[in-house]
């Protein structure tokens, strides 16, 4: 038998914000919004659907055990888009690599957990300008917080749908929310084959180089003004 609020808690209680934990650790392994009687549905999902999600397993696997999943309401009375505000900061909170979320809170990219150092740098970077032939590569949706220095360069140097014009760059930025987190010498552009979102062949190219250590004064400063369209790179006088 699966719970349910009464309908008099249901049509009052607004939007909430809640967690699930697992009984026998008490571990919060997921964190949800929604209105209603949303909290519970999880549990009914494992039992009906046999799609085989992080998070539907693991309710199963407590349930397997003749235990019950913890819920816990965090906030409620919520508008929706408090809602959405309380269940980053929570998810931000909690890490996402312990939860059986899909995906990171609303607008965690831009406002979401970050270092003080991070904080610093996204508020007070100064404004720069750019004199050299650049790139500015934008890849903040593979980005994470506290990247390695290798996964960082990864992630900048490719696969991107760029043309002849990369050949006239000599430098690419990695760029984060406007702010400059590293500057590399390009030394040479190879093709790829990539696949879009419908699973299609594109060519596309990726880059060689390293750290350019004579550029690092750039590394910390805003280059907002130079980033205007949704495109993830941007050439810079070239």
Sequence with gaps: MTLEFPKSVAVRIGYYVYILRDPETDEVFYVGKGTGNRVFTHVRAAIENPSKNDRLQRIRKIRAK????????????????????????????VCLPNLTNKVIGHDTENRGRMTVPAIVAAYGAEPVEIKEAVLLII????????????KLYEITRGNWVVGERRNKA???????????IEVYRISRWFPVQARDKQQKTQNRWRFDGEVAAELQYYVGKSVASYIGAQNPVRYVNC
């Design 66 to 93: 003749d235990l019950e999943v913890k819920y816990e309401i965090l906030r409620h009375g919520l508008s929706e888009k408090e809602a959405y505000e309380v269940e980053a900061a929570v998810i931000d909170y």
């Design 139 to 150: 890849p903040n949706k593979l980005f994470e917080r506290n990247i390695t220095p290798e």
């Design 170 to 180: 000599k430098y690419a930025f990695s760029v984060y929310n406007g702010v400059v």
